[in-house]
Every structure is written in C-alpha cells, then in structure tokens.
C-alpha cells in the first residue's frame, strides 16, 4: 500500500516538470540568407525583336554615342549593348549593336529609300556575328520621335527586313532612346 501512495503522489507531482520543461514543436533553424551580390542592370534603352529572338539591351554608354555633324549636315547614331536573358522581356543573352545614319537634325520618318539614310544591325560575336542593314528593295521604315538639342535625347523607333548577303531578317518593336553629344 505504501508504494501506491508514493505512486500516487508522483503521478500528482509530473505535471509540474512537464510544464515546467515544455512540449513544444521542433527547433527550427532559421535559413541562411543568401550572400551572392545583386548585379543590378540598367533599364534597357534600346531594344528589337529579331525573327523569335527578343533583344532588351543594356546599353554601353562607353561605346554608344549620338550626334550631329555640321559639315555633312548628318545625324549619326550608334548603340551598343547586351541583352540578358530574363531581363526588360528578353529572351535572349547576346551583344547587339545598332547604327543609324540619316541627312538632318529633326524628328522624321525615314525608309531605305530615303537618300542619305543607313540602318545596320549587328547581333552575336566573333564567328557567330552576323551584320544586317538596309537594301534596295527591303521594307524598312525608322521614325524619329524625338530629337533633342545637344545633352538631350534622340528617341526613335523602327521596324521592317533588313539584308546580310542573301538572307534577310524581319525586325519588329524596334525603338532605342540615347543621349545626344553634340
């Protein structure tokens, strides 16, 4: 009878130590956080679409310039950049370059009939390079939609099939916005 007394008692007195100690859930460890460093790319300021390919680029402002020749009375524009994968819509990562070449210094519209006027575009590089530019006989139509005074911006957008030898390509949402030097 004895030990059911002391049984008994410490069955009263248990409660106390589990409470005491907790019956929570497992220990969770928190997650380790990620230490790699962020690139953050510029907005894209230049971009097109080739065939299926989604060119967004990251312009290299280093390689890129705009300007106004007084002597030839002609506008000159050259974009270079990268576009990555994922970024601004793109799907795809390579380098492009875009050049423009057209008589004046205002907003217009131009064609590959225009006089005077040259759009070339270059994607890939090294072996896989491959330049495309206005032909006789392509549809090419580029509009400039903004031309600012030298430290503004030259704005413009285009579209249409551009040559390499033999082959064509059809450009499509087309626009670049670039800093005008002089």
């Known amino acids: 009878m004895k030990n059911i007394k002391y049984l008994l008692i410490a069955l009263m007195i248990s409660p106390i130590f589990v409470v005491g100690t907790g019956c929570g859930g497992e220990v969770v460890d928190p997650e380790p956080k990620d230490t790699t460093p962020v690139v953050q790319l510029d907005s894209p300021t230049a971009g097109f679409t080739a065939s299926f390919d989604n060119y967004q680029l990251v312009v290299d402002q280093s390689k890129s310039v ?16 990268e576009s990555h994968d994922g970024h601004g819509g793109s799907n795809i ?62 704005e413009g957008t285009f579209s249409g099939t551009l040559k390499a030898g033999i082959s064509s390509k059809q450009f499509s949402k087309g626009y670049f916005k670039i800093k005008r030097t002089n």
Do not use: H
Request: aromatic share 8%; with cysteine; glycine share 12%.
């Open 66 to 81: 705009a300007n106004y020749q007084d002597a030839s009375k002609r506008t000159s524009i050259v974009i270079v950049g």
């Open 93 to 154: 990562s390579d380098k492009a370059e875009i050049e423009v070449v057209f008589d004046g210094d205002k907003a217009a519209v131009f064609t590959e009939a225009t006089p005077g006027f040259l759009c070339s575009i270059k994607t890939g590089e090294g072996a896989k390079e491959t330049e495309f530019q206005t032909s006789g006989g392509s549809s090419f139509i580029l509009e400039i939609t903004k031309y600012g005074a030298p430290g503004e911006m030259i």
